[in-house]
């Protein structure tokens, strides 16, 4: 299965601004089931780009734009492939919350298990718990972590609008209302409190059919968690859904703070407007150059030619030897 | 191409003699140290039994020959040439800030070649040590493996940096300018309360101390054979230096949050000291991941910052949003390798009270080697045995929440009321791992030129690490002294002052 993904993210700004610096956490991730087979970004105006993997896996990408500029905008294209997804078993045994141990946990585990800025404990949510009655995993891991995704997917009404991008997640919990970003650190909070080391995943959802609350033409957010015998495991709990070859991955995170897609700042006194524009589409695969690209003219015979004077080519060749 | 620091190189003192000493005036009994108590603390210039040590016998001869109005007249000079040349320091009141001159003591505090070859060895142990464990927990996370320290310690530590994880720093030098408090003990043994492993300041101190105490006492000076300590910011310069790949036309600027930082003058000392830039964040910028500075004639690229701001404000992008302080895209023109920054960020996570516990055991086991300079005893709440320990001794005991400074979540033990102490061991057992404990520490004192007579007052060390491809260490110090009498508070915001220290020769 292929992707064709569009996400163009447009900032508009009420006065000239100037020395404006981003991050972007856009490219699909490579690994498992998921290949990136072509990614491409652009600026207007337009930047040198760099770019670095950060500590996660995650590639970043930034730039900066000394001039005036009253208008920004990126635009990152990308074809994934996702491949084959080997089905999970319907439960574990009870055995498994056992092997949570100091053996099988890594480092990258250990930092997915305290409290981050979005995904924490607090008396909001601690209530939450006892009415959708999470305070404790029933069954094993795996069971426990799909109960948990249905009492948060029961529990909420997807709303836009009624939380915002930095809104902590007893806003949703009061409202009983919010998006896939208020839903993943809710099950990410209560995931850790089980002891399960549980991650924030920024991502792309192919939209099909009318069951899926969350929005056609944005990005999307959902959540893994590590089963020692499984590895990490994805829910979505906004679609009460486990995620396969319909989510696209782009970054991991602690919460939502490590991985937005846009993180920047610039100078000058304005306001700014942003508008995010987000398509993804199945695609025929990509043809790859190598299959067809045919041979004009062969190569020819051995005699060499030389680029330079021939005379010049044996003076260099005189050099001094140590 | 060192400069002389201070304008006025004139004695105070006039002509200075060495007085050879005769009968010595005795503490407590005769002038100048008429009120002087030596109790059950170390005292750095007399003896138990009232009789100067002998690193201090010539300044005692020296003291015993000058009236009090003679040292008050001395006292002066050096505050006065301290306010002519602006040594201030910053006190942070509700809303506004006031500059005040560190308050600067005649009397020098002496530590011997001894003495300070084993300081100088024990603490370049453990910068070695703990530049190992900030390398370790930035990449392989060995330590952390074999349990030595908890996880939960360092992934718990606000001052955690993973944006460092995996990146390789220059000499695997993290901390490149360290200030380590110490004390001595009882028995007359220095030990370290603290390490500061952020952005340490006071070595302007030290040096301007050093340049006003000189002039009290000349002759004194002259014959104790002290080592000098005014190359300072050219061991700093060329500690900088060795940060950047490539070793001409190196670059430096001194980054400092601005002139309302309490710090402000040393930051502009520093730099005038060295010839290198002094800039605030906005005088940056990052431009195709290089840092330049603005300056009349355009961008000038710099190539090592000496940051004087904490790791949260150094760059919005990535840390703090807010920060105004900071440059945008500092870190990343740092990880790309095109600026070097020191100390390197997420140092902090190696000098807060839980780690600070376990620094024996670290020197142990990176160096496998004993600690030459001992901790402070500390029992951690989070070991079983410990805690016992401190439930059982809350009265004598004080307790520290690790996240926490500047006296708060803190138990004094021996001045809590007997409700206060039970409430505080339920704290202390909901939530042991956040909690550690020492003995009330009796700094050692030394003579203080206070209201006009010279009495005693306690006071710490702090000397100044350098460590970049190599590790220097000037013989010198700032001695904070706590002026209130029976004060334990050496800190210079709440009414600390501060002394010059002489390292002998012998």
């Not at chain 2, 340049?211 to 005014?230: K, Y």
Request: hydrophobic residues 40%.
């Amino acid at each position: 299965m292929f992707y064709s993904i569009r996400h163009i993210t447009q900032f508009r700004y009420s006065a000239p601004v100037r020395e404006s610096v981003m991050e972007i956490r856009m490219q699909p991730r490579s690994e498992g089931p998921q290949t990136l087979r072509s990614f491409q970004i652009s600026t207007n105006p337009r930047a040198q780009l760099y770019a670095y993997t950060d500590h996660l896996g995650n590639a970043v990408y930034h730039f900066n734009l000394l001039r005036e500029h009253e208008e920004l905008r990126i635009d990152a294209q990308a074809v994934v492939e996702i491949g084959l997804i080997s089905p999970l078993p319907e439960r574990l045994d009870d055995l498994e919350w056992g092997r949570y141990n100091n053996f099988n946990l890594h480092d990258d585990h250990f930092d997915m298990m305290g409290a981050s800025k979005f995904a924490r404990m607090s008396p909001e949510l601690a209530a939450f718990m006892r009415i959708a009655e999470l305070e404790k995993p029933q069954g094993d891991p795996l069971t426990a972590l799909v109960k948990l995704m249905r009492g948060i997917y029961d529990s909420f009404e997807y709303e836009s609008g009624i939380t915002e991008v930095h809104s902590p997640i007893e806003h949703a919990l009061g409202e009983r209302r919010g998006v896939c970003q208020d839903f993943a650190h809710i099950m990410i909070a209560i995931a850790r409190s089980w002891g399960i080391p549980t991650r924030y995943v920024s991502g792309y959802l192919y939209h099909k059919g009318a069951r899926d609350r969350s929005r056609a033409d944005a990005t999307h957010a959902w959540v893994e968690a590590w089963l020692p015998s499984l590895g990490w495991v994805g829910f979505d709990p906004t679609n009460n859904i486990m995620p396969r070859e319909r989510h696209v991955r782009a970054a991991v995170g602690r919460d939502y703070a490590d991985v937005p897609p846009t993180r920047g700042t610039f100078k000058g006194v304005a306001d700014s407007e942003l508008s995010i524009a987000v398509s993804l589409e199945p695609t025929a695969a990509p043809v790859r150059h190598e299959d067809f690209l045919k041979v004009a003219r062969p190569m020819s015979s051995a005699t060499p030619t030389y680029s330079m004077p021939e005379r010049l080519y044996h003076h260099q060749q005189q050099q001094q030897q140590q | 191409m060192q400069q002389e620091a201070f304008a006025n190189t004139e004695d105070f003192g006039g002509p200075d003699i060495v007085a050879v000493s005769g009968n010595n005036a005795r503490p407590g009994i005769d002038p100048p140290y008429a009120r002087y108590e030596l109790g059950k603390p170390y005292d750095e210039m007399f003896a138990p039994d009232g009789r100067p040590r002998l690193p201090y016998a010539a300044l005692d001869a020296r003291l015993s020959t000058l009236s009090l109005e003679e040292l008050n007249r001395r006292q002066q000079a050096c505050e006065q040439s301290f306010l002519h040349q602006g040594i201030t320091f910053t006190v942070y009141s509700d809303n506004q800030a006031t500059e005040r001159i560190i308050p600067t003591d005649l009397l020098p505090r002496i530590v011997t070649a001894k003495e300070w070859d084993r300081i100088e060895r024990g603490l370049t142990q453990r910068i070695l040590a703990l530049n190992l464990f900030l390398r370790d927990i930035y990449s392989d996370g060995r330590v952390l493996k074999d349990g030595v320290v908890p996880r939960t310690m360092i992934y718990g530590s606000k001052h955690y940096r993973r944006e460092m994880r995996g990146l390789p720093v220059p000499h695997g030098a993290y901390v490149n300018i360290c200030g380590s408090d110490l004390v001595r003990n009882e028995a007359g043994d220095f030990v370290v309360l603290e390490d500061n492993l952020r952005v340490p300041s006071g070595v302007s101190y030290m040096l301007a101390n050093r340049d006003v105490v000189r002039r009290a006492f000349p002759a004194v000076f002259r014959t104790m054979g002290v080592r000098p300590i005014e190359h300072y910011p050219l061991e700093l310069l060329a500690t900088l230096r060795s940060l950047a790949p490539f070793h001409e036309d190196v670059s430096i600027a001194i980054l400092t949050p601005g002139v309302f930082n309490s710090a402000y003058f040393e930051h502009a000392f520093l730099a005038r000291q060295m010839g290198v830039e002094l800039v605030e964040g906005r005088d940056l910028l990052v431009n195709d991941n290089v840092v330049y500075t603005r300056t009349t004639s355009g961008l000038k690229r710099i190539d090592v910052i000496y940051r004087r701001i904490d790791d949260d404000f150094v760059d919005p992008l990535i840390f703090r949003e807010d920060s105004s302080l900071g440059v945008p895209g500092l870190f990343n023109a740092y990880r790309a390798g095109n600026v070097m920054i020191a100390n390197a960020l997420g140092t902090g996570v190696a000098d807060d009270k839980a780690v600070y516990a376990y620094v024996p055991r670290l020197i142990r086991y990176y160096l496998a080697e004993e600690p030459i300079l001992e901790n402070v005893e500390t029992f951690l709440c989070r070991e079983e045995k410990s805690l016992k320990h401190v439930l059982a001794n809350l009265d004598k005991l004080v307790v520290k929440a690790v996240g926490e400074s500047g006296g708060y979540g803190m138990l004094v033990g021996p001045h809590a009321s007997q409700a206060e102490r039970e409430d505080f061991a339920r704290k202390l057992k909901a939530d042991p791992d956040n909690y550690i404990a020492q003995p009330t520490i009796q700094l050692s004192t030394a003579p203080t030129f206070v209201g006009g007579g010279v009495e005693a007052r306690h006071v710490d060390l702090r000397p100044f690490i350098l460590h970049g491809s190599e590790t220097k260490i000037v013989p010198g110090a700032l001695t904070r002294v706590a002026l209130k009498r029976g004060s334990l508070v050496v800190n210079s915001s709440q009414g600390g002052g501060s002394k010059d220290t002489w390292v002998l020769n012998q």
